[in-house]
């Protein structure tokens, strides 16, 4: 159940990824559009501004006849403004081409104004411009390129965040699995399993301590760890031993019940130290072994009694 349910948040999550991903896509398009309507829209005024510009300039001449004059202007003008010219004319009605200058370019995209010019007594031109409007789909492809880095960029970015959210949670989870088994583990075992402050009081302790000795946990917390020991002596032992070597192995002590019962058990402690190296508690186990006890005094017994005959 767990699983399907993992599974199924995170393909909520995917899908929500997704989802933002497409909506970047179509607002970067948005802004590309617009820029690109933008961008022509001021190239068509400013086409017009100067078919203006060049109505009056052209006019006079025209005018006075001074055909050499005005197609000297308009090559020399077609050629400063090369760059976004393709084409400029001034032609008569009857088809007669006062002036003509023409780019090498051929572009892809156009676009064009006329304007009617007026140059001497029922007869007028036909100033033609043509304007090369390829920049406004090299501006918008450089636009479009800028906006989708940025969107495969900032995807990148929420897609890692996303992977190490879910890689993150994985870990968690499979941490707080192995602490459950652990704890299961540590709960379950027949031994007794504890931990001390650095004064030897009980800080934590497995729940099996109820059934060896007879005490809660509750009750055990905050006694000492050598409070069992019924011999004084082999309780200044253990000490003894823990303070000059730290750890005891194996070390066998008679400790008595809640119910006044004794038992024989076997103890491994050691100490726990913090980065500094100093002492800061004693972790150990405590295992029953009163029937190896009582196999062993039984033997001893049995020996001395085969010693005396």
């Known amino acids: 159940m767990k699983n399907s349910v993992f599974s199924k948040r995170w393909a909520i999550y995917w899908f929500v990824l ?16 617009n820029n690109q309507k933008t961008y022509r829209s001021e190239i068509e005024n400013n086409a017009a501004r100067n078919i203006q510009f060049l109505h009056t300039l052209i006019q006079e001449r025209l005018q006075n006849k001074e055909y050499d004059s005005v197609d000297y202007f308009l090559q ?3 050629k400063s403004y090369r760059q976004h010219v393709a084409e400029i004319s001034l032609t008569t009605a009857n088809g007669f081409v006062l002036s003509h200058y023409q780019t090498d370019s051929k572009p892809a995209h156009i676009f064009s104004l006329t304007n009617t010019i007026p140059y001497s007594y029922l007869r007028s031109a036909t100033l033609s411009l043509v304007i090369d409007t ?3 789909f090299r501006h918008s492809s450089r636009l479009a390129l800028t906006f989708g ?7 990148l970015f929420l897609v890692t965040l996303t992977w190490l959210y879910i890689r993150q949670n994985e870990l968690s989870i499979n941490l707080k699995n192995s602490e ?26 497995s729940p099996s301590v109820h059934t060896l000795s007879g005490y809660t946990v509750e009750e055990s917390i905050g006694k000492h760890m050598t409070g069992g020991i019924v011999d ?21 002590a008679h400790l008595k019940r809640k119910d006044g019962s004794t038992w024989w058990a076997s103890a491994n402690i050691e100490s726990r130290k913090n980065h500094n190296g ?3 508690g004693m972790e150990g186990v ?7 006890v009582k196999a062993k005094i039984l033997l001893r017994k049995r020996e001395l009694k085969l010693e005396s005959i």
């Open 286 to 292: 405590v295992r029953d072994v009163t029937e190896r």
């Open 18 to 33: 997704l989802v933002v991903i497409f909506l970047q896509i179509i607002l970067a398009w948005t802004v590309v559009i």
């Open 180 to 205: 459950e088994k652990y704890r299961s583990l540590i709960e379950n075992t027949p031994d007794i399993r504890y931990k001390t402050d650095a004064k030897g009081k009980i800080v934590y302790i």
């Open 76 to 78: 020399q003008w077609g």
């Open 149 to 155: 880095g940025l969107i495969f960029l900032s995807s």
């Open 134 to 136: 390829d920049s406004i």
């Open 278 to 280: 100093n002492i800061i």
């Open 232 to 252: 004084p002596q082999e309780r200044d032992l253990l000490l003894t031993s823990l303070r000059k070597d730290g750890y005891v192995h194996d070390f066998t």
